[in-house]
């Protein structure tokens, strides 16, 4: 299927590695330019390095830290007009009320809730003035599925599908998109840190956080490519009349009830 996304212009936040590579990855594969933005100036320069190598397609890179809303009109300005925004930046503790304390709290806040929003503010305001652009939310679908144990994940992402559902709502009055995706369990570095956390909440040791894949449906836990593909159609003209709603890719998980 032809996506119809060549020759759009795509911003990723956390995009040197996981579910933001692999989104880059796609969009190049797709013949977009992409913006990337990261701390790890390493790992972007090698993202550029292997998609310029394949694509033919323009890679700018965003060194720095997201965890403001200084930073973040900052990113917005350096990369200028952009089609499609991908909030993907964040890294919520695990944990449950007790194990997380308040400047880890707001440190993960500050990094995706408040980053997401400050981000899209920034965009909305240019795509809505000319009247395109979509803005695709990586938020994660402990927002639907409650966790007592990643309480603050839980919180944020609940916040951000709302936040999501009623900008998407008006959205499309002005041309503009904005959708959320909820991943379950993806196979990253970050799914690792908050299963060993769970490990250790449920079997008093972190090294038994591969038993865990046990409970999940498959038996396996989503790549980060499944998750890119998704994100792909729904920032394409393909998907271009789905606003103000989130997808959920998880296995089933939710719709279980499920806790992982």
């Given at each position: 299927?032809?996506?119809?996304?060549?020759?759009?212009?795509?911003?990723?936040?956390?995009?040197?590695?996981?579910?933001?590579?692999?989104?880059?990855?796609?969009?190049?594969?797709?013949?977009?330019?992409?913006?990337?933005?990261?701390?790890?100036?390493?790992?972007?320069?090698?993202?550029?390095a292997e998609i310029t190598a394949t694509h033919d397609v323009r890679v700018t890179l965003h060194v720095g830290s997201l965890s403001d809303?200084?930073?973040?009109?900052?990113?917005?300005?350096?990369?200028?007009?952009?089609?499609?925004?991908?909030?993907?930046?964040?890294?919520?503790?695990?944990?449950?009320?007790?194990?997380?304390?308040?400047?880890?709290?707001?440190?993960?806040?500050?990094?995706?809730?408040?980053?997401?929003?400050?981000?899209?503010?920034?965009?909305?305001?240019?795509?809505?003035?000319?009247?395109?652009?979509?803005?695709?939310?990586?938020?994660?679908?402990?927002?639907?599925?409650?966790?007592?144990?990643?309480?603050?994940?839980?919180?944020?992402?609940?916040?951000?599908?709302?936040?999501?559902?009623?900008?998407?709502?008006?959205?499309?009055?002005?041309?503009?998109?904005?959708?959320?995706?909820?991943?379950?369990?993806?196979?990253?570095?970050?799914?690792?840190?908050?299963?060993?956390?769970?490990?250790?909440?449920?079997?008093?040791?972190?090294?038994?956080?591969?038993?865990?894949?046990?409970?999940?449906?498959?038996?396996?836990?989503?790549?980060?490519?499944?998750?890119?593909?998704?994100?792909?159609?729904?920032?394409?003209?393909?998907?271009?009349?789905?606003?103000?709603?989130?997808?959920?890719?998880?296995?089933?998980?939710?719709?279980?009830?499920?806790?992982?």
């Amino acid at each position: 299927m032809d996506l119809r996304l060549r020759g759009k212009t795509v911003l990723i936040t956390g995009a040197s590695k996981g579910i933001g590579l692999a989104c880059a990855r796609g969009f190049a594969a797709q013949g977009c330019d992409l913006h990337l933005a990261a701390r790890s100036g390493a790992l972007l320069e090698a993202a550029r390095a292997e998609i310029t190598a394949t694509h033919d397609v323009r890679v700018t890179l965003h060194v720095g830290s997201l965890s403001d809303d200084t930073a973040m009109r900052a990113l917005a300005e350096a990369a200028g007009e952009v089609d499609i925004l991908v909030n993907n930046a964040g890294d919520i503790p695990a944990g449950d009320l007790e194990a997380v304390d308040d400047a880890a709290w707001r440190r993960g806040w500050d990094l995706k809730v408040f980053g997401y929003i400050s981000l899209t503010r920034a965009y909305w305001a240019r795509m809505k003035a000319r009247g395109h652009g979509v803005i695709i939310n990586d938020i994660g679908n402990s927002g639907e599925n409650f966790d007592a144990r990643y309480i603050a994940g839980s919180s944020g992402n609940a916040s951000l599908m709302a936040f999501t559902k009623a900008l998407g709502a008006v959205s499309l009055d002005h041309g503009v998109r904005v959708v959320g995706i909820n991943p379950g369990p993806v196979a990253t570095e970050r799914m690792v840190k908050i299963m060993k956390r769970r490990a250790l909440d449920w079997h008093g040791d972190e090294s038994r956080w591969e038993e865990l894949f046990d409970k999940y449906p498959g038996k396996r836990p989503a790549t980060a490519e499944e998750v890119a593909d998704l994100t792909l159609f729904l920032a394409s003209p393909r998907a271009g009349y789905i606003t103000g709603t989130i997808v959920t890719i998880d296995g089933g998980i939710a719709a279980r009830g499920s806790i992982i």
